[in-house]
């Protein structure tokens, strides 16, 4: 009932966080797992039992043994249950051994940390776009406490609580909490309060974020379930018609017939005969709901998963990671994505930002992209690397590749000194110094951190700051700028400012900002220079670089005292401040002098851009989900190909008025889909229940970028339905400061609306949510900590590996499980339907066609292996053309190779093979003798023929289904059929018979039948019957309805008769036209937190001291 | 979890063949080269052996005639008649006059015929016990569970042979006689007894319990013969080694059929002046009718036939080898003009 949580403590010394927590890790590992020594047999088996077909085949077991129904010896089923029991109770041991994960994490509230004022320093990146530090709360001398808070809860930004501490009240708020994720950075130690546990359910504010963790079950297993509830009613109906005859039977010769057999006691009518055969019927059919499927399809998913840990093309060397499958039941949904999830920063992007390219004073330095593509293209890294030696505090990770600007920094271009100037003052970056002369900055965005860093490698050191200097080392030579004002960014300005007073006591303003914003702010006089710039800009934008415009103002000093004290005045005034500062700055911000544009690379994973091509040619949707913003995330769309120049329109839905806008954009894609007339409205409105949007086709390329809280609204109000329409038929869509749950319910509404197989991949714990909302979740173990990993399907280091999981390996999956579902059915269809042919010739009584034995070891032993190998090793076409062709990927999407229709057509091939394979054998011993006269009409002999007929066409069936025929498809194929006569003589020899006369009766048969050419004949008869219209329709299948990938797989197999054409490139389009590549990624309100000195007087003093001694 | 703590490239997985999926392997192709000529030749193949089938089962002889005895279908309508109750009248006998005109081929067989007969309803072909028949002696004394109701009699002794298989044992007899000339007196024709049912049953699968004292009745001593029996299993034949279990009429009975239609080898005629055949001249069948059918419409046939390398008289397998056959070769014409009018348009198209 008590919505609040009261956590008290009482230590008498502090352990350092860091010990705490390990010794809670220690001491409170999750014990998720299920089973140990003593419970495992009976909880197992007991989950076992509670599986549809596990409980089946008990209740069948049970049947047997009543012998007034029994049909079928105990064995036929004990045996094949035992084996799948057992077989099922391995894997589930091995599972389960797995599952002792690492230890939890909690949220913690902070108490105290080594930083002055207790501020932590925290990378929070994978929450909500990068940003560092927060304030934590101060209590240094603390021994006991009380805190009141709220109860657990999903709201990442908001937290309330009251801390008591020596009767005092502390209000507590978000600030300082540090979530379950958070990673601490550059804080040498600090304390804090562990409040809400993982380990007391899954109560962090990041868990609560992330989800409901659902056991991901494929559509596959679906419709499996739904075609074994066809097979019950088939089996039912059948039994209930041979019942039928039976009762009929019984009437007409069976009643007649009692002098050679009696009719039972307990039997007193031919009615009450019938409902028993009726159970006979059930128990000798029941192979038709096949007892190894389900553990079949279970070794063949466990198999295909390890095939993704060894694959050493999915191996990161520099990590030295390989691809984990974290789950082995997914496999073959892999090859029917049709929808893609992704996150931008860690799983598109590298997260590294590299200074790349600069313009200054209508200069442009760095490689363009003509050279540096010859460059790679031709001798590798032919052009050096800039020497920075000349720089003792430099950088050695920063690379650069244009002398010229080295050269002009040195010549002491006076342009190119005050960009660089500007760019080591105007940031909010942090330095420290522990070692002399080795700096580390602490950036709040890494576009600033790189800026910065370059700034220091060119000789423009930004060496520390307190709260009113910034002292700049100069090449070579320390200064210090006395720090007047911060113009602070904000989404609005898109800009910061910053006013300092150099050591010639002049007062300048440096700004940084968008070039849309800035390059209206300029002096007129800087009109030339500035198309000049712009026309640089647009080189950069093409290269999908992220781009900043410098510019400076000389202030005079009495205008500068002037506007001072009206900020000041705004600084102080309690309404409508925003508004006021804002106004103030821009009272300051215009008329500037433009220095340069600098260009950043994000640099994105390798083959990123590939990857994308490859599964939009795929036929999959790709979708970038990001907490980051809506430039960056537009910017990273058109580098990855996801948005393309030529789209036909983009749009973007901002605010509330989604409705009108997504009316605009269908009106625009699709005109029709408005109408009342179009098909697809019809449908929603005569099915108001809503099953699954249908595919609908616009009429070009389209883009859409929608963000966080504009989605919010959607998801609420009734557009949800528009939305996914609309997004769905656009070819890219953006969707920017998302929340981890938002990224879910994306997720969910795809999943909902379309009906088709998703994927989520990401890399952060902001991505956990969605990892486990889609069908497959995909984690990349990059830089942002194991949540994401620990969460997914399927773990790797690099996106690229995507396009291999899908297209190869979910592939070659999804093929290989539809040609082991479609044979399963046939092969025990045809097995079983014999039964029922055999009915009308036996007096519908419930006796089978096959030896027991036969019945007991056909789906375990004679038939297993083959198709275990064909679904393990079976390929189509090999891998290298499967990436060249992603087209090959489309009729998995469509789930065109097992499915309802199938299945069906499964059911008919196997009753067709059936009735071949009674009539035949019955034809050839009806009223037949052997050459010496005796009588080969007996029924072990027609067993016998018609098992081995039987098996000869399952084998050469599972023959004609294998494309690709290894040494090990050879051996278990043509070696399960030597198996079985093996076994045959075996279980039909003298000795074993002898031992056993009841149990094996066939004594002899195979001596006697074996050697008779009818048999073969009759053989050849029904395998070349069975297996020629096969051949037929699939010779003509491809003639009289080709499809796409038929004709693809022609090229295939031309090419690889005739030397293979050289593949071509994929080519990579950059944008061709402008856009603004701004890119900014701050948190705003940073700059008062320096000005008000908060973060830095002790350090200062540190620092000071330190500069005394010296 | 964190791969960097190892040595670079400890993780790598191995490259192999296997794990690479990089297994040599065989891709056959079904192209019109291999598909088109596999019909054709399947086809030819075909019908070559099924006239081969064909001919040579025609060539076999075969003499049917049906004593059941329906109202006026010949002189065993007496012994029908007489059995309208179940228990047919003890040793009834009829005939069956045939002449031959030519030499009938030998080796000839004398097969018996029953039609309507379910020997393969389930619960007529459990009620058995291989135990017994086998040669135990403590089967003998406790049939199994499955023989009832004839798992003892009524006076509670254990049936040998237990079971509605061994209970309904075929007890209808015949001889053979042959007329040379009109006028002269009918000589018997020898017929074999012997060898007319599987090695491998009478003497490794059916077995008598051991002699007591030598006597193959003190071993069956305290056993009762099936209820329709009408002597006990140790006096089926004089013959020592063709008597109890291992009779060979009781073990090609036992020898349960296929299907309700089924004919069971009486005896083979190989002695003599027959070794070659039967010659022409009229003969006489003399049928001890014991056996009742009609209760159930069962019909109950004498076959006299001969054989080829291939077995007894029966056109199924020649006939469906031509008619698939046949069936290849012009699903193999049909395939041609499909594949020859696609390529047309293949062609058109480009």
């Known amino acids: 009932r008590d919505h609040c949580r009261n956590l008290q403590w009482e230590v008498e010394s502090f352990v350092p966080l860091i010990a705490l927590v390990f010794f809670y890790l220690q001491n409170n590992t999750i014990k998720t797992s299920r089973y140990n020594v003593f419970n495992f047999l009976p909880l197992n088996l007991f989950e076992q039992f509670q599986r549809l077909a596990n409980a089946y085949f008990l209740v069948l077991l049970f049947l047997q043994l009543i012998p007034q129904i029994s049909s079928l010896a105990w064995y036929t089923t004990v045996i094949p249950l035992m084996v799948v029991l057992s077989i099922t109770a391995v894997k589930d041991a091995i599972d389960d051994m797995v599952k002792w994960l690492p230890g939890p994490l909690a949220d913690i509230l902070l108490l105290s940390s080594s930083e002055p004022y207790s501020l932590t320093y925290i990378e929070t990146a994978e929450l909500d776009g990068p940003e560092i530090t927060e304030p934590g709360l101060f209590l240094l001398n603390f021994s006991s406490g009380k805190v009141t808070c709220e109860s657990p809860n999903n709201k990442l930004d908001k937290f309330t609580g009251i801390l008591t501490y020596k009767g005092k009240d502390f209000t507590l708020d978000h600030d300082k909490l540090l979530l379950r994720g958070c990673i601490i950075r550059n804080t040498d130690w600090c304390y804090g309060l562990l409040v809400f546990l993982f380990h007391l359910g899954p109560d962090t504010k990041l868990m609560q974020n992330c989800g409901k963790s659902t056991f991901k079950r494929t559509h596959m297993d679906h419709l499996l379930n739904v075609l074994v509830v066809w097979i019950f009613l088939f089996l039912g109906s059948m039994c209930f018609i041979l019942a039928i005859g039976h009762g009929i039977w019984e009437n007409k010769k069976g009643y007649y017939f009692q002098n050679y057999l009696p009719w039972k006691e307990y039997v007193p009518s031919s009615a009450v005969s019938a409902i028993l055969v009726f159970w006979s019927y059930f128990i000798i059919l029941n192979t038709m709901v096949p007892i190894s499927l389900y553990v079949s399809v279970e070794i063949i998913r466990l198999g295909n998963s390890c095939y993704i840990n060894w694959d050493r093309k999915m191996f990161y060397a520099p990590k030295n990671s390989p691809a984990q499958a974290r789950t082995t039941t997914l496999n073959e949904e892999l090859g029917q994505v049709k929808y893609v999830f992704s996150d931008k920063t860690g799983t598109l992007t590298q997260n590294i930002m590299v200074f790349n390219k600069c313009s200054i004073n209508g200069m442009f330095y760095g490689m363009h992209a003509a050279t540096k593509k010859f460059v790679l293209t031709s001798v590798f890294q032919e052009t050096e690397k800039v020497d920075f030696s000349y720089n003792k505090l430099a950088d050695p990770k920063f690379s650069f590749y244009d002398k010229t600007l080295v050269e002009a920094v040195k010549k002491g271009d006076r342009w190119v000194h005050l960009f660089f100037l500007s760019l080591s003052l105007c940031h909010t970056v942090m330095s420290e110094e522990k070692v002399e002369g080795k700096l580390v900055y602490q950036a709040q965005s890494p576009d600033e951190g790189a800026l910065v860093t370059a700034a220091r490698n060119f000789g423009f050191v930004f060496r520390y700051r307190t709260s009113e200097t910034i002292a700049v080392v100069e090449m070579g030579e320390t200064r210090v700028y006395q720090l007047l004002a911060i113009l602070d960014f904000n989404n609005v300005r898109k800009r910061m400012s910053i006013v300092g007073r150099t050591p010639e006591d002049r007062v300048m303003l440096f700004c940084k900002g968008a070039d849309t914003i800035l390059c209206q702010l300029l002096h007129p006089s800087c009109r030339f220079l500035r198309d000049v710039t712009m026309e640089h800009l647009d080189d950069f934008a093409i290269e999908g670089l992220r781009t900043l415009m410098v510019a400076y103002r000389e202030l005079d000093n009495s205008f500068f005292q002037a506007w001072s004290k009206k900020h000041s005045e705004a600084c102080l005034s309690l309404e409508n401040r925003e508004h006021k500062m804002s106004s103030v700055y821009e009272e300051i911000e215009k008329d500037m002098m433009l220095l340069g544009a600098t260009a950043i690379e994000d640099k994105l994973q390798d083959g990123v851009p590939e990857t994308v091509a490859t599964l939009n040619k795929a036929q999959i949707k790709m979708w970038v989900l990001t907490g980051d913003k809506q430039e960056t995330a537009v910017n990273i769309a058109y580098a990855c190909n996801i948005f393309e120049e030529e789209m036909d329109g983009m749009f973007i839905v901002e605010g509330k008025n989604n409705e009108t806008v997504l009316q605009e954009l269908r009106d625009k894609m699709k005109p029709e889909s408005l109408l009342e007339s179009d098909p697809v409205n019809i449908y929603l409105t005569s099915k108001p229940q809503m099953l699954r949007i249908p595919e609908e086709v616009p009429n070009g390329n389209y883009g859409l970028i929608i963000n966080g809280c504009s989605l919010a609204y959607a998801l609420e109000g009734n557009l949800e339905l528009e939305l996914v329409r609309t997004a769905c038929m656009c070819k890219g869509v953006i969707c920017c400061r998302m929340t981890p749950l938002q990224k879910a319910q994306v997720v969910e509404m795809v999943k909902r609306y379309k009906k088709v197989v998703t994927l989520a991949i990401g890399d952060g714990a902001n991505d956990v949510s969605m990892i486990k909302a889609a069908h497959i979740g995909v984690g990349i173990s990059g830089q942002e900590g194991m949540q994401a990993m620990l969460n997914s399907d399927y773990a790797f280091s690099q996106f690229r590996y995507l396009q291999r999981l899908l297209l190869v390996h979910g592939r070659w999956s999804y093929n290989r499980m539809c040609k082991f579902l479609s044979y399963f059915f046939y092969k025990n269809f045809a097995f079983t339907l014999v039964h029922f042919w055999y009915a009308f010739f036996s007096g519908f009584s419930a006796q089978t066609v096959y030896d027991t034995w036969f019945i007991t070891f056909y789906n375990l032993v004679y038939t297993s292996l083959p198709v275990l190998g064909l679904s393990l090793f079976d390929q189509d076409v090999n891998e290298t053309w499967s990436l060249r062709f992603p087209e090959l990927y489309e009729p998995g999407q469509h789930n065109l190779y097992f499915n309802k229709k199938e299945f069906v057509k499964c059911l008919v091939h196997g009753i067709y093979s059936s009735f071949i394979l009674f009539f035949i054998p019955m034809g050839t011993i009806y009223n037949s003798v052997r050459s010496d006269g005796k009588e080969i009409s007996d029924y072990q002999s027609f067993s016998l023929i018609v098992q081995t007929s039987l098996l000869w066409v399952v084998t050469m069936q599972i023959a004609l289904e294998t494309t690709y025929w290894t040494m090990i498809s050879h051996i278990f194929t043509w070696g399960s059929l030597g198996f079985y006569f093996c076994i045959l003589f075996f279980l039909y020899s003298d000795g074993l018979c002898l031992m056993f006369p009841n149990v094996f009766q066939f004594l002899g048969v195979a001596r006697n039948t074996l050697n008779l050419p009818q048999m073969w004949l009759s053989i050849v008869l029904s395998v070349i019957l069975c297996i020629l219209p096969v051949i037929g329709y699939q010779f003509l299948k491809p003639l009289f309805w080709p499809v796409n990938v038929d004709k693809i797989m022609d090229r295939i197999h031309l090419s690889t008769k005739l030397p293979l054409p050289p593949p071509t490139r994929t080519k990579l389009k950059y944008a061709s036209c402008r856009h603004s590549a701004y890119a900014f990624s701050h948190k705003q309100g940073f700059g008062a937190l320096i000005t008000s000195g908060k973060i830095l007087r002790s350090r200062v003093s540190k620092k000071n001291s330190f500069l005394f001694k010296k | ?350």
């Not at chain 2, 017929?191 to 077995?207: E, M, P, Q, S």
């Open chain 2, 1 to 350: 979890m964190t791969w960097s703590a190892t040595a670079p490239g400890a993780h790598q997985p191995d490259n192999t063949a296997f794990t690479q999926q990089r297994l040599p392997a065989w891709q056959p192709l079904l192209s019109a080269s291999i598909a088109l000529p596999l019909f054709f030749c399947a086809g030819l193949a075909f019908i070559g052996l099924g006239l081969g089938l064909f001919y040579s089962s025609n060539g076999i002889k075969e003499l049917e005639y049906d004593y059941t005895g329906n109202p006026g279908t010949g002189n065993c309508s007496a012994c029908a008649l007489a059995d309208q109750g179940r228990a047919p009248p003890l040793r009834c006998s009829c005939a069956w006059y045939f002449s031959l005109p030519e030499l009938f081929p030998g080796p000839v067989y004398l097969y018996y015929e029953l039609t309507n007969f379910y020997q393969n309803n389930r619960r007529y072909g459990v009620s058995r016990d291989d135990s017994q028949l086998s040669g135990l002696p403590s089967a003998l004394r406790h049939p199994a569970n499955e023989c009832a109701p004839y798992q003892r009699s009524a006076t509670g002794l254990p049936i040998a042979p237990c079971g509605a298989i061994a209970n309904s044992l075929f007890n209808d007899t015949f001889s053979l006689w042959h007329q040379r000339r009109p006028g002269e007196p009918y000589v018997e024709v020898p017929l074999d007894r012997t060898g007319i049912a599987w090695w491998t049953d009478c003497h490794v699968k059916f077995r008598n319990p051991p002699l007591v004292n030598g006597s193959l009745a003190l071993a069956f001593h305290g056993t009762a013969p099936p209820p329709n029996w009408h002597r006990p299993v140790y006096e089926l034949s004089p013959d020592p080694n063709n008597t109890g279990f291992i009779n060979q009429d009781f073990v090609v009975w036992m020898r349960t059929a296929a299907l309700p239609t089924f004919r069971k080898l009486y005896a083979r005629i190989r002695q003599g002046n027959y070794s070659a055949g039967l010659p022409r001249g009229a003969y006489l069948v003399n049928i001890t009718y014991n056996y009742p059918v009609r209760a159930f419409g069962g019909h109950k046939l004498l076959v006299f036939s001969n054989i080829s390398w291939m077995g007894g008289k029966n056109p199924f397998l020649g006939i469906a080898y031509l008619v698939v056959g046949s069936l290849c070769i012009l699903m193999g014409f049909v395939m041609l003009v499909v594949y020859i009018r696609y390529q047309d348009q293949n062609d058109e198209e480009e």
